[in-house]
């Protein structure tokens, strides 16, 4: 795993350029400890900081091939590497290294752009060939690997990270105001290809960019994309048990092809259902010698260690035990933000950070459960919400209709994207409303604008479909972003067995209640009269049906049947502890907080003893306020 970076002026590389491009490198020192080059043609520059996977000894980039130019700065990995070097040996195409790097290389030259339907794994890279003046980059098919880039006309870069580019003087830190929008009501860093910095954006998941250097605007297209199914169009040959079955091997098959090192590799095991199915799927390669860690707090309710040793004795392996603090919490929370370029999305990336490090002491590749929620039903409360939106269109009888009103305040909906969002917001529209001066919150009617564009595209798409969607876009790409830059800041590469491109296309032509459905709810006198999370709280509800019979028998019962803990972080009662004093200073002395916060609010949340600190509110201003002491954000 590595970090890769470019810039492209037009006009010609001047001294600036140069200099931004050295701060830029430092700043991607983490990604790639073991190594750098840097390679230059008349107005382009590409760089590449290495972490080493396979071949250590050899490898290094940028890599050019010797009779075209054709250089590669890449990031990832190509899980199927050894089957492309034997169709590329077939073809009599010279070899020299034992890298996936040459690989990628060697296939583009030989399939040119075509080489994306050849390439499994994970991925961000860019190809200059010279040839063509012409400059390519892309992403892996679910976003695995971050790329940004920023285009100023006659200037254009791209980079690893957001923290990369501003190391530029032409990437000017604003803040980018319906990506905030949408930050305070996702708490997401990016909305389609805006990110919070107004000069950056984001490559998307799936997508190429092609920029010549003659000039004009870059092209950008799509090469793969889950598909959009009517339930009509879904499997509904074989049950579920079945389709367990098949489930199983299949997500079997692609633990086995990501576990290629050359380096020590582990595990993060929670004692949750996917880290403890990860385990399982690990340990069936009894040559496969492996690590895990686990997280914790000492704030009571927020370990899941007992299940975490119970899964290590199941397979026979040892689990290291990382205890975080509130204090140390802190520091690696300004680091993170430092690092990306950007605030952080959720609390648990300074967990995964501190995880990593830990882990980083005795393996270079960490295996994780990112994608299982997304891919096979785990969210029940933000999915299954799906039932009381179709009931209510329906027409619900009086004591659903009720519940309905106990639950969302009101028992009919405008659209799914309003029913959505009354369930998945972090801040709401009301709330923020309330908080923020009107400036600040404009934006939010582009922001529906492009979820109505969302939902518009999933119309045929089941209710429960849909929503599965809409978090395997935005939700599913945000934990990877976080894990990509939590493990990368400790030099440790994440690897996401549940996001394999062709488990996750299969997943999404399964039916709905292959992956969610209700625990024989006939014998459950007045079912239909309760809302989804009513449902929910009786225990009435199966998630991930197809993990927890899938691995029956080879994950502890006890564990299968465990509920969700996301991951827990203490966050709540440390804004009401310990962070009390740091949250008010940041407050105070944040002038980007003070144009966005209705200043009688901002008073108020500044005021000592001032009442009990709603978390939820704290954690994005606090993260705004951070964003600009490192960076500078500014309105």
């Known amino acids: 795993?590595?970090?890769?970076?470019?810039?492209?002026?037009?006009?010609?590389?001047?001294?600036?350029?140069?200099?931004?491009?050295?701060?830029?490198?430092?700043?991607?020192?983490?990604?790639?400890?073991?190594?750098?080059?840097?390679?230059?043609?008349?107005?382009?520059?590409?760089?590449?900081?290495?972490?080493?996977?396979?071949?250590?000894?050899?490898?290094?980039?940028?890599?050019?091939?010797?009779?075209?130019?054709?250089?590669?700065?890449?990031?990832?990995?190509?899980?199927?590497?050894?089957?492309?070097?034997?169709?590329?040996?077939?073809?009599?195409?010279?070899?020299?290294?034992?890298?996936?790097?040459?690989?990628?290389?060697?296939?583009?030259?030989?399939?040119?752009?075509?080489?994306?339907?050849?390439?499994?794994?994970?991925?961000?890279?860019?190809?200059?060939?010279?040839?063509?003046?012409?400059?390519?980059?892309?992403?892996?098919?679910?976003?695995?690997?971050?790329?940004?880039?920023?285009?100023?006309?006659?200037?254009?870069?791209?980079?690893?990270?957001?923290?990369?580019?501003?190391?530029?003087?032409?990437?000017?830190?604003?803040v980018d105001r319906t990506a905030l929008a949408h930050y305070l009501l996702t708490i997401r860093t990016g909305i389609g290809d805006e990110t919070l910095v107004r000069d950056v954006k984001a490559l998307q998941p799936g997508e190429t960019l092609t920029l010549r250097s003659a000039g004009g605007q870059p092209r950008r297209r799509y090469y793969w994309a889950l598909p959009v199914l009517p339930p009509q169009a879904r499997e509904t040959r074989k049950g579920v048990d079945a389709l367990a079955a098949e489930a199983a091997g299949r997500l079997d098959a692609a633990v086995q092809r990501q576990l290629i090192s050359d380096v020590p590799l582990g595990a993060f095991l929670s004692g949750g259902l996917d880290s403890s199915v990860l385990a399982a799927s690990i340990v069936r390669s009894p040559e496969q010698a492996f690590h895990t860690c686990s997280v914790g707090y000492r704030e009571a309710g927020f370990n899941e260690w007992e299940h975490a040793r119970k899964a290590a004795r199941r397979h026979g392996i040892e689990c290291r035990e990382v205890v975080l603090s509130g204090d140390d919490f802190l520091g690696d929370w300004a680091r993170l933000i430092a690092f990306k370029g950007l605030p952080l999305s959720t609390p648990n990336e300074v967990p995964i950070y501190r995880l990593a490090k830990a882990f980083g002491e005795t393996c270079t590749v960490a295996m994780t459960g990112e994608g299982a929620d997304e891919l096979f039903g785990g969210y029940v409360g933000p999915t299954l919400c799906a039932l009381d939106y179709d009931r209510a269109a329906a027409g619900p009888g009086p004591a659903l209709r009720a519940g309905l009103r106990r639950r969302y305040g009101v028992d009919t909906f405008a659209s799914r994207r309003d029913h959505f969002f009354r369930v998945n917001a972090w801040l709401s529209p009301g709330r923020q409303a309330e908080l923020f001066l009107p400036g600040a919150t404009a934006a939010l009617a582009e922001v529906m604008n492009h979820y109505d564009?969302?939902?518009?595209?999933?119309?045929?798409?089941?209710?429960?479909?849909?929503?599965?969607?809409?978090?395997?876009?935005?939700?599913?790409?945000?934990?990877?972003?976080?894990?990509?830059?939590?493990?990368?800041?400790?030099?440790?590469?994440?690897?996401?067995?549940?996001?394999?491109?062709?488990?996750?296309?299969?997943?999404?032509?399964?039916?709905?209640?292959?992956?969610?459905?209700?625990?024989?709810?006939?014998?459950?006198?007045?079912?239909?009269?309760?809302?989804?999370?009513?449902?929910?709280?009786?225990?009435?509800?199966?998630?991930?049906?197809?993990?927890?019979?899938?691995?029956?028998?080879?994950?502890?019962?006890?564990?299968?049947?465990?509920?969700?803990?996301?991951?827990?972080?203490?966050?709540?009662?440390?804004?009401?502890?310990?962070?009390?004093?740091?949250?008010?200073?940041?407050?105070?002395?944040?002038?980007?907080?003070?144009?966005?916060?209705?200043?009688?609010?901002?008073?108020?949340?500044?005021?000592?003893?001032?009442?009990?600190?709603?978390?939820?509110?704290?954690?994005?201003?606090?993260?705004?306020?951070?964003?600009?002491?490192?960076?500078?954000?500014?309105?």
């Open 453 to 635: 564009g969302v939902f518009d595209q999933l119309r045929d798409c089941s209710t429960f479909d849909a929503y599965l969607h809409v978090h395997a876009r935005v939700n599913l790409e945000g934990l990877l972003n976080r894990l990509d830059s939590s493990t990368m800041a400790a030099s440790v590469e994440g690897r996401v067995p549940f996001t394999d491109h062709r488990l996750a296309a299969w997943l999404f032509s399964l039916p709905d209640a292959a992956k969610m459905a209700l625990r024989d709810p006939g014998t459950t006198a007045g079912w239909k009269d309760l809302t989804s999370f009513e449902l929910q709280e009786r225990g009435l509800v199966e998630s991930k049906r197809l993990l927890r019979r899938g691995y029956a028998g080879r994950v502890d019962a006890e564990i299968l049947g465990r509920e969700k803990m996301s991951f827990p972080v203490p966050f709540m009662e440390w804004f009401n502890g310990r962070w009390g004093s740091a949250y008010r200073q940041a407050l105070a002395e944040s002038s980007l907080l003070e144009s966005l916060l209705d200043p009688a609010i901002r008073k108020a949340l500044c005021r000592e003893g001032g009442g009990r600190v709603d978390a939820m509110v704290a954690w994005p201003l606090m993260n705004l306020a951070l964003m600009e002491r490192i960076w500078g954000l500014r309105w």
């Open 1 to 174: 795993m590595c970090g890769i970076l470019g810039i492209h002026r037009q006009s010609g590389i001047l001294e600036r350029d140069t200099k931004g491009f050295a701060r830029a490198m430092e700043r991607l020192r983490p990604r790639g400890p073991d190594g750098s080059g840097t390679v230059g043609y008349p107005g382009m520059l590409l760089g590449h900081r290495r972490l080493a996977i396979l071949d250590p000894e050899q490898g290094s980039q940028p890599m050019v091939d010797s009779e075209s130019g054709v250089t590669l700065s890449y990031n990832g990995e190509i899980y199927n590497f050894h089957d492309l070097r034997s169709r590329l040996e077939a073809r009599g195409v010279p070899l020299q290294t034992g890298c996936d790097t040459e690989m990628v290389l060697k296939a583009y030259l030989e399939w040119g752009k075509a080489c994306l339907d050849e390439l499994e794994g994970m991925f961000a890279f860019a190809v200059y060939d010279p040839r063509r003046e012409q400059l390519w980059l892309v992403r892996d098919r679910l976003g695995v690997k971050p790329l940004y880039f920023a285009d100023k006309g006659d200037w254009f870069a791209f980079a690893s990270s957001v923290a990369a580019l501003l190391e530029f003087d032409e990437v000017d830190p604003e």
